[in-house]
C-alpha cells in the first residue's frame, strides 16, 4: 500500500481495477490478476460474492449469481490466493459484504486474507461506526481498512473518517449503485477535491466510471480512478482488451 | 458477559483505544504507572459516561481516597494493601478487594471479604498491586466462591484472556501490563484484548458499540453503505425529536382513530374457548383495521414523519402487499408520491392486493431476482433508497432495517399492545398468561409484546412459518434454524449457509416468507423472554378454517400461524387463564390461496 502513496508523489494516476472473483469459474481468478497487472494496473479488489449485494447495480449482482452458481465462497477465493503459481505484484484488496466475514469469522478472515497476500479490505456495509469489529483484527495482520465516502457524506463526518483512513479513500462519485454511467454529476469534482484536501492517503474516485470522458472530467481532482462494472462485463464477455484504453488514458504521464 | 477494566491508564489515546472497555482505572499508589488526581480527571474525561472509573490505592488514609473519589470523580476503589475493614465500610463507592492467589487457603480468604467485589492476582513482585504473572486458575475451580463478584487479573493478555473467563467465570477481567509493549500501554493491544474477552467479534456489539444506541444486546445496528449513512441519522435525530413532541404523537393518534378505526376490539371467542377447551380465548382485532392489517399503524407513522423531515416521495417494499397497500392508502391521504417494492412471486399470490395499491396510485415494480419475494424487494427498495435518497424517505414495513427503523416501528406498533393491556385489565382485572403473535420480520408481534415484557408473568409466544416443516429445505424458521447475521442494515438472525449466503424463505403466507427476524426478537429469543414455535402450511390452513366456522372471522394466513399456534398453547392451560390471540390482519387478501388449497371444501 506505501506503493500508492509513492505513486502519488510521483504524479502519477493509479488505475485500480475490481473484478468478481470466480466469476467464469475459480480458475479464472488467477488468470484475469494476471492480465491485469501485466497491462499495468496499479492494484485490484477481488469481489466475493454476495447473496444480497445492496450497494451493486445489476452488472455485479450479476456477475455474483454466476459465480455463487460456481460454488464460490469466501473461503475458496482466499484458498485459490494462496496457491497462486505467479508473483502478485501490484496491491490486492479484498471487498465483502460484512456477513460472509461475519460467518468466516473476522479474525481467522484476516488471518487467511493476509496469507493470501491481500494487502486491504473494503466492507461496503460496514459504516465507520462499526468498524470495531473488523479493525483491530486487521490491524494485527497489517491489513488497511479502506473507508468510504460519498456525496452524502456530511463535512464533519467526513473529517473524521478521513483522519484515519488508511491504504487509499474510495470516493464514491455517484449517489447510488455500483454500475456504468453516461455521465458523473457535475458536483463530483467539488467533492473529490474536498475529499483530496483533507485526506492523507491517496483518494480514489469509483462507482460509474467507465469511460475515457470521466477520467477527463476528474483527473486534476483525484489520485486515481476505480473501475468495475466494465471490467467485470468485458471479462464476462471475453472483450477485455477493449478496457485497455482506459486503462492507458488513467495511467499514462499527463502532461499537465 | 464479562466486563473489561484497563487498569494503570496515562495517556489520552490509551483511554481512548479503551472505549468499549466497561471500567477504567487510576493507579494512585506508588508505580511507574501512578498519575496525579489531576492527571486523572483529564483522563477521565474522555472516557464515555457510562464508563466505570476506579482508582488503585494500597495503604492510603480514608482522607486521601475519597478526596481521589470526590476530584475525579471515581466510581469505584480498588485496593491492594492492608486496609481494615473500617475503612472499606466507610468508602461510599463500591470498593474492590484485592487477594495475592497462591494455595487453596488463600481462596479461603476472598469469602470473608466484606467488599462489593474481590480481585484476584498472583503475588506481587515489586511493589503490591500485582506482578503481571498468571497464578493456577484452577485453584478457583470447585471452591465455595460468588464468581459474581469475581475479578480476575494477573498476567492476562490477548491470547490467555478467553481461556481464563471460560475457567474462573468471572464478573471482570483486569489487565495492565498484558496491553503494553515495552512497558507502555499499547492501543491495538487494548482494543484485542477487549474483543477477545468479549468473545467473537460480534458479542463485542453486545450492549456496548461505541454507539450503544440502535442495539437490542448484540442485534441491530446500522450496517448500510456509506451514502445512506446520513439518511440514516437524520431520521434517527427527527424520530428522537418527534417521539418527544406532543403534537406529532396527537396528529399520529388523530390519524389512527379517525381513520384507521381505532381502538380495535379485544374480542372474547366464546366458541373457539369452549372448542378447545382450555383457558379463556381473546383476539386483538388488528384485522378491524382500515386496509386490513396492523401495517397500517406503522404506516401513518412513519408517513408523517417523512413529511416533517420534508420528504414527500417514499419507497416500500412489500410481501403480502398488506404494507404496500397501507402504505399506498397513507400516500394518497396525504398526497405523497408511492413507489412500491414487490416480488414476482408474490405478486403472483397476492393479486389483489397489487390491484389495489395501484388503484390508490401507487407504481408497484415487479422484483424478478432472487426468489421473487420480500428478501428481494428489500433489496431493491434499499437500492432505490440509496439512488434517491436526498428527497425520499424508506418507509420500511417491519421491525427490520438499520437503526432507528426496529425501534420506531415497534414504537408505532405498541398501540396494538398498549390497548390490549387497557383492555384485558377492564374485562378480567388482571394481565392475560399468555400471548401469542406471528413473526414475520416481527412488527405486529413486537408491538403486542413490547408493552408486556416487563410482565414477566405473562408468557409471550412468537409464531413463526415453518412452511413445508423445519427438517425440509422450504420453511421461513428463522429462531428454529437461523443464526446471527447481517442483513439489511441489522444483525439480527438469518436464514444461511456455511459461506454466510443467505438463504431463500418459503412460506404459503407471502408475510412471513422472509429469512430474518428483526433484532429486538432475536435479542428476545437469547435471552429467553419471548419463546418462538414453528407453524406448518398445513396447520395454518387448517386454522384457518376453524376459525372462520367457529367465529365467523377469516385470518389472513399470516395471522392463522399464531391461531394454529395458541390452540397448541391452550392445551396445556385452564379453564381459569387467559389466552390472547394476535389476529394481525383479515383473510380478504388471501382468498386466491385460500380457493385453491381448500378446494373441495365443505
Ligand atoms: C396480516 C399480516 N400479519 C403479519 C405479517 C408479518 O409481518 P410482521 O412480522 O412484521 O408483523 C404480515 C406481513 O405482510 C401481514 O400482512
Not at chain 2, 506482578?131 to 494477573?154: K, P, Q, T, Y
Not at chain 2, 415487479?366 to 426468489?371: A, E, L, P, Q, Y
Not at chain 2, 427498495?381 to 432495517?401: C, F, K, M, P, Q
Not at chain 2, 412471513?512 to 435479542?523: R, S, T
Request: include cysteine; charged fraction near 25%; hydrophobic fraction near 40%.
Amino acid at each position: 500500500m506505501k506503493r500508492l502513496a509513492e505513486l502519488k508523489q510521483a504524479g502519477h494516476k493509479a488505475f485500480v481495477a475490481y473484478i468478481m472473483a470466480g466469476d467464469g469459474g475459480i480458475k479464472k481468478l488467477g488468470e484475469q490478476i494476471q492480465y491485469l497487472q501485466e497491462r499495468g494496473v496499479t492494484a485490484i479488489e477481488v469481489g466475493i460474492p454476495f447473496s444480497d449485494p445492496v450497494a451493486d447495480g445489476p452488472t455485479i449482482e450479476a456477475a455474483g449469481n454466476r459465480a455463487l452458481d460456481e460454488g464460490i465462497t469466501l473461503e475458496k477465493v482466499l484458498d485459490e490466493m494462496q496457491r497462486f503459481d505467479f508473483e502478485v505484484k501490484v496491491p490486492l484488496v479484498i471487498m465483502t459484504y460484512l456477513n460472509p466475514v461475519i460467518r468466516f469469522g473476522a479474525e481467522r478472515f484476516t488471518q487467511e486474507a493476509k496469507k493470501a497476500g491481500a494487502s486491504g479490505v473494503i466492507i461496503p456495509d460496514l459504516p465507520f461506526e462499526h468498524r470495531q469489529l473488523i479493525e483491530p483484527f486487521a490491524k494485527q495482520q497489517e491489513l488497511v481498512l479502506i473507508q468510504l465516502v460519498t456525496l452524502t457524506t456530511i463535512d464533519s463526518r467526513l473529517e473524521e473518517i478521513l483522519k484515519e483512513a488508511q491504504g487509499f479513500v474510495y470516493a464514491v462519485t455517484v449517489t447510488g449503485i455500483t454500475g456504468s454511467r453516461d455521465e458523473l454529476a457535475e458536483e463530483v469534482g467539488a467533492f473529490t477535491r474536498k475529499v483530496r484536501e483533507l485526506s492523507p492517503v491517496p483518494v480514489y474516485a469509483g462507482f460509474g466510471i467507465s469511460k475515457e470522458s470521466h477520467v477527463d472530467m476528474l483527473r486534476d481532482d483525484v489520485d486515481g480512478f476505480i473501475v468495475g462494472s466494465a471490467i467485470v462485463q468485458a471479462f464476462h464477455e471475453g472483450r477485455i482488451e477493449d478496457i485497455e484504453p482506459l486503462i492507458d488514458a488513467v495511467t499514462a504521464p499527463h502532461s499537465v | 458477559m464479562t466486563r473489561v477494566k484497563i487498569c494503570g491508564l496515562m495517556e489520552e489515546q490509551h483511554v481512548k483505544a479503551a472505549s468499549q472497555a466497561d471500567a477504567i482505572g487510576f493507579v494512585f499508589a506508588p508505580s511507574k504507572r501512578r498519575v496525579s488526581i489531576e492527571r486523572a480527571q483529564e483522563l477521565s474525561r474522555l472516557a464515555n459516561n457510562d464508563m466505570q472509573r476506579i482508582g488503585v490505592f494500597v495503604n492510603a488514609s480514608y482522607e486521601e481516597i475519597e478526596k481521589a473519589v470526590k476530584a475525579v470523580p471515581l466510581t469505584m476503589v480498588q485496593l491492594h494493601g492492608d486496609e481494615p475493614d473500617e475503612l472499606i465500610q466507610r468508602i461510599e463507592v463500591p470498593v474492590i478487594q484485592a487477594f495475592s492467589i497462591r494455595t487453596p487457603d488463600d481462596v479461603e480468604k476472598l469469602n470473608n471479604s466484606i467488599a462489593d467485589y474481590i480481585l484476584v492476582d498472583a503475588p506481587g513482585t515489586d511493589y503490591r498491586g500485582g506482578s503481571g504473572h498468571v497464578f493456577d486458575w484452577s485453584l478457583l475451580e470447585n471452591v465455595n466462591l460468588d464468581h459474581s463478584r469475581l475479578i480476575l487479573a494477573g498476567g492476562l493478555n490477548r491470547d490467555n484472556v478467553r481461556a481464563a473467563i471460560s475457567q474462573t467465570a468471572p464478573f471482570m477481567v483486569d489487565v495492565s501490563s498484558g496491553v503494553e509493549t515495552d512497558g507502555r500501554k499499547d492501543e491495538a493491544k487494548i482494543q484485542q484484548f477487549i474483543l477477545q474477552a468479549k468473545g467473537d467479534s460480534m458479542e463485542r456489539t453486545q450492549e456496548k458499540t461505541i454507539d450503544p444506541v440502535g442495539f437490542f444486546g448484540r442485534y441491530g445496528g446500522q450496517f448500510v453503505p456509506e451514502t445512506l449513512m446520513k439518511a440514516v441519522k437524520e431520521l434517527e435525530a427527527a424520530y428522537e425529536d418527534a417521539k418527544n413532541d406532543d403534537e406529532f404523537q396527537k396528529e399520529y393518534h388523530h390519524y389512527l382513530s379517525e381513520y384507521v378505526g381505532r381502538e380495535q376490539p379485544l374480542t372474547f371467542a366464546a366458541r373457539m374457548t369452549e372448542a378447545w377447551g382450555g383457558p379463556k380465548i381473546y383476539l386483538k382485532r388488528e384485522d378491524l383495521n382500515h386496509t386490513g392489517a396492523h401495517k397500517v399503524n406503522n404506516a401513518i407513522g412513519q408517513a408523517l414523519l417523512a413529511q416533517r423531515m420534508g420528504k414527500r416521495k417514499i419507497v416500500a417494499e412489500t410481501g403480502a402487499g398488506q404494507h404496500g397497500v397501507a402504505t399506498a392508502t397513507i400516500c394518497a391521504l396525504f398526497d405523497l408520491d408511492c413507489v412500491v417494492f414487490m416480488g414476482e412471486e408474490d405478486i403472483k399470490r397476492q393479486q389483489l392486493n397489487v390491484f389495489r395499491m395501484k388503484l390508490l396510485g401507487a407504481r408497484v415494480e415487479s422484483v424478478t431476482k432472487g426468489s421473487g419475494t420480500l428478501k428481494d424487494a428489500v433489496n431493491e427498495a434499499l437500492r432505490y433508497w440509496v439512488t434517491n435518497v436526498e428527497d425520499t424517505h424508506y418507509l420500511i414495513g417491519s421491525a427490520l432495517g438499520p437503526h432507528p427503523f426496529p425501534t420506531m416501528v415497534r414504537d408505532f406498533q405498541s398501540v396494538i399492545g398498549k390497548e390490549t393491556k387497557r383492555q384485558i385489565l377492564d374485562k378480567e382485572g388482571r394481565l392475560p398468561d399468555a400471548i401469542v403473535a406471528c413473526v414475520g420480520g416481527g412488527s405486529n408481534a413486537i408491538g403486542m409484546f413490547h408493552p408486556f415484557v416487563d410482565d414477566e408473568k405473562v408468557r409471550l409466544i412468537g409464531a413463526e412459518a415453518a412452511g413445508e416443516g423445519v427438517d425440509t429445505e422450504r420453511h421461513a424458521a428463522t429462531l428454529t434454524k437461523g443464526s446471527e447475521g447481517v442483513l439489511h442494515g441489522a444483525m439480527m438472525k438469518i436464514l444461511q449457509d456455511d459461506a454466510g449466503q443467505v438463504q431463500e424463505a418459503h412460506s404459503i403466507s407471502a408475510g412471513l416468507d422472509y429469512p430474518g427476524i428483526g433484532p429486538e426478537h432475536a435479542h428476545l429469543a437469547d435471552n429467553g423472554r419471548v419463546t418462538y414455535e414453528a407453524i406448518t402450511d398445513d396447520e395454518a390452513l387448517a386454522s384457518v378454517i376453524e376459525m372462520s366456522r367457529l367465529e365467523g372471522i377469516i385470518p389472513a394466513l399470516e395471522s392463522a400461524h399464531a391461531i394454529a399456534q395458541a390452540k397448541k398453547q391452550a392445551q396445556s392451560m385452564t379453564a381459569d387463564e387467559l389466552l390472547v390471540i394476535c389476529v394481525s390482519g383479515r383473510g380478504d387478501k388471501d382468498m386466491a390461496t385460500y380457493a385453491e388449497k381448500l378446494e373441495g371444501l365443505s
